[in-house]
């Protein structure tokens, strides 16, 4: 299933135009614009057969409302939304290297943006959102995603406590992040199926997503020793490239 949407801003265009060309429909360009990287977005949309239109900044402006376009927006068909009937076959298909990201109710959606990105690099699996109280994948997110909102699956699910217990049913080792924790990050064995659980940036992991973890851990911080000290975007890049550097 696809949706209509605009995507803003020459990060997030561009990033579209590289990685995702055949969903980008329209590309409207602020009328005067001399920004190089704006000449370069109009040169590749042509390229690509693209459709692209000079516009006023009153048109750019009705379009993504409060958003900054810095006088660039596309129309975006997005690519496949995920159901969550179809994480068994994500963890399944990994054949015994899923990576997952869990994040438990970010509401910043800069924060989810950034981890979407950190998840695409890392080559994860898949991201697991709750469907309530967690920002979902909109306008911001993508923007800030640099095109990775479209380049790894995000799952949202109905109970995140459920999926966690499925997710245990087929083999998945759930790690969550706590800075009380005992264990170190660096002391476990991540080359498997494995589930790095986070919490959102208020109140961290909540009591049912505490108690489905296999295990609490921390990541060790010298000047601070607590993972509430680190935005969970950096905590979920910390926490996905340790996997990485164990699956070499």
């Known amino acids: 299933m696809s949706q209509k949407q605009w995507i803003a801003g020459i990060n997030a265009v561009s990033a579209a135009l590289e990685h995702d060309a055949e969903h980008v429909r329209e590309v409207l360009i602020e009328a005067g614009a001399k920004n190089p990287r704006i000449t370069e977005i109009e040169s590749n ?9 000079r516009v006023a ?13 810095q006088g660039v927006v596309a129309r975006y068909a997005a690519a496949k939304t995920w159901n969550e009937n179809e994480l068994e076959s994500l963890v399944e298909g990994a054949e015994g290297r899923a990576l997952l990201l869990i994040l438990d109710g970010v509401q910043d959606p800069h924060n989810l943006g950034a981890c979407l990105r950190s998840a695409a690099a890392a080559g994860a699996t898949a991201v ?16 800030t995603s640099a095109g990775a909102a479209d380049s790894v699956a995000v799952i949202p699910v109905t109970n995140l406590a459920r999926t966690m217990r499925d997710l245990q049913k087929l083999g998945v080792w759930l790690y969550g992040l706590a800075g009380e924790a005992d264990t170190s990050l660096y002391a476990l064995d991540l080359k498997g199926n494995v589930g790095l659980v986070l919490g959102g940036e208020a109140d961290g992991l909540r009591r049912l997503t505490r108690e489905n973890c296999d295990q609490l851990v921390r990541i060790p911080m ?27």
């Open 45 to 53: 949309a042509r390229r690509l057969d693209i459709d692209v239109r």
């Open 57 to 69: 900044t009153q048109a750019l402006d009705g379009v993504v409302g409060n958003l900054r376009h």
């Open 128 to 143: 697991i959102i709750p469907k309530d109280k967690s920002v979902q994948v909109n306008a911001t997110v993508r923007k």
């Open 222 to 248: 010298p000047g601070g020793d607590s993972v509430e000290s680190l935005n969970v975007s950096v905590a979920a890049g910390v926490t996905l490239f340790e996997a990485v550097r164990q699956r070499g």
